[in-house]
């Protein structure tokens, strides 16, 4: 019995001193196991592009950055403006210090909050902007303003070489100019897209030069279309695209590039009250700069078709003429005035006609008959369906050349919301024109005395004091000088002797709005 309890506690102290060698061993490997590091491997590259990156790395190359320089006499000075702290101008602005005063984008002059100060008239000016290319030897689409009498124009390429270009033409009523480049190579091109296919929500990309970094690349969708008056200027040219992609100064002139790599808008301008993207940019459509792109590789200019007629571009007040002649709210574009001598009144057009379709094409507004009539070819015969005393007439007109039936000022200086009209711009900032016996006969006015106020251009002197459109001007006290205001004529003599910071007193005839009677006032106004 004593032999099997030491055998047995034999067995037992054995198997615990294995036990004891086995867990030993098993934790030195745990421990180990614990003390060693993991090192990291490099992956094998793996494609992350997405269709941002794809259609940036195509149209990229075909971005040029566009520096242009203007000699001193060429520049206008705003006046000096560094008085005001809270300018974003303003160099004595601490958060403009690092800023060089001799460099401004011309997108400034553009963008409705405000253009920089100048550089003194000994310096010379430097303007920042974009491009793209759209020809392969070497034709370039940008912004008018971007190379607005500039004396040298600087483009360069993604790869930084750097070549001196020449302007082909450029036109101010869509503020879209082309240069070309001799760079001894085939150039990479971007494609044009058909910007009447974008669709509000439509995803795009911004490629530009933003504060002279180049080929910077934003997104965002397109906010809206159709968009004039922007920041309360307006060209019956232009129509823009609106986009929350991000444009800056420098951004003028780049491609605003869809989803499939089409270059779909220009970027010319910005709304914002920073100097900085607000998530307001607006571009000229693609189809609209094409057009006149392919005129001014032809021939240098634009040229527009123009019939000599004036009408309001406020849909409300051709509204109210229509019920007033008697027919539905919208029945057409109320002829308000014909040019004498133009193709209008040459096929007999009156003032008073309601004008309704063109070439079986029904006209609704003023921009529908404006984008018929501009891109007619000069010498065409169009048709012209007009309500006259509630009878239908059609009236052919030979179409004639815009810029010679307006005027140099069609396009030498702002719109005034009207197809053609005859009209003077004053130092006062308004346009007149005379009274005609129609005038006369549809006003109810007593006699033909008095020129009458056309248009009256925002934030002018005539505004500040005032003055509207649709006023009339009969008689002009400047200084000893008194003027009796019978035609244009009077009123150009009157504006002769005007100088500035002068104050000037108007004798004007307005309509009570309640009693349709005409009453007369002085209203002061200081010549700017």
């Known amino acids: ?149 500039a004396t040298k124009i600087m483009v360069r390429l993604e790869d930084k070489t750097e070549f001196q270009a020449k302007l082909i033409g450029s036109d101010t009523d869509t503020d879209l100019a082309v240069v070309k480049i001799e760079a001894g190579r085939d150039l990479p091109v971007v494609k044009m897209g058909n910007s009447d296919s974008v669709k509000v929500g439509d995803w795009v990309l911004a490629i530009g030069s933003p504060f002279s970094l180049d080929h910077t690349v934003t997104h965002g969708i397109i906010s809206a279309k159709g968009r004039t008056e922007i920041g309360g200027a307006r060209n019956d040219f232009q129509s823009f695209l609106q986009t929350d992609a991000a444009i800056n100064p420098g951004n003028s002139g780049g491609p605003l590039v869809n989803m499939t790599g089409e270059v779909i808008g220009i970027n010319t301008a910005i709304i914002s009250e920073t100097r900085q993207s607000a998530g307001l940019g607006f571009a000229l459509p693609s189809n609209t700069a094409i057009k006149v792109y392919n005129q001014l590789v032809q021939s240098g200019k634009v040229t527009r078709g123009g019939i000599g007629i004036q009408y309001s571009a406020n849909p409300t007040q051709d509204s109210s003429l229509c019920r007033a002649l008697g027919l539905k709210a919208e029945c057409g574009v109320v002829v308000q005035y014909v040019v004498p001598g133009g193709p209008a009144a040459k096929a007999g057009i009156r003032a008073g006609d309601v004008i309704t379709e063109i070439d079986g094409n029904k006209i609704t507004t003023g921009s529908a008959l404006l984008d018929v009539v501009a891109n007619s070819p000069i010498g065409r015969t169009i048709h012209v369906k007009v309500n006259r005393d509630s009878k239908e007439q059609t009236i052919p007109i030979v179409i004639g050349d815009r810029q010679e039936v307006i005027g140099e000022r069609a396009s030498n200086s702002s719109p005034d919301n009207n197809d053609q009209g005859d009209g003077s711009q004053s130092k006062l900032g308004i346009r007149v024109q005379g009274l005609t016996s129609d005038m006369v006969r549809q006003l109810r006015l007593n006699s033909s005395d008095g020129v009458y106020v056309s248009s009256v251009d925002q934030d002018s002197a005539a505004e500040d004091a005032g003055i509207m459109r649709g006023m009339i001007i009969t008689r002009v006290i400047a200084g000893n000088e008194r003027f009796e205001v019978r035609n244009v004529d009077d009123f150009k003599r009157a504006e002769r002797v005007m100088k500035s910071g002068q104050d000037i007193a108007l004798m004007v005839l307005q309509r009570n709005a309640n009693t349709n009677e005409w009453r007369s006032s002085f209203v002061a106004v200081t010549i700017p």
């Open 1 to 149: 019995m004593t032999k099997k309890r030491l055998l047995y506690l034999t067995l037992i102290i054995a198997t615990l001193t294995i036990g004891v060698v086995i867990g030993t061993v098993v934790s030195g490997g745990v421990k180990a196991g614990e003390q060693k590091t993991q090192a990291l491997v490099i992956p094998d590259p793996v494609s992350l592009s997405n269709a941002f990156t794809q259609i940036a790395a195509n149209v990229g190359p075909a971005v040029v950055n566009i520096n242009t320089e203007a000699a001193p006499e060429n520049t206008v000075r705003r006046g000096d403006r560094n008085n005001n702290p809270n300018n974003p101008n303003n160099p004595n602005n601490p958060n403009n210090r690092n800023r060089n005063p001799r460099e401004f984008d011309p997108f400034d002059f553009f963008n409705f909050f405000g253009g920089p100060d100048l550089p003194d008239r000994s310096e010379r000016v430097r303007n920042l902007g974009t491009g793209f290319i759209v020809d392969k030897a070497g034709f370039i689409v940008t912004n008018h303003h971007v190379v607005d009498k």
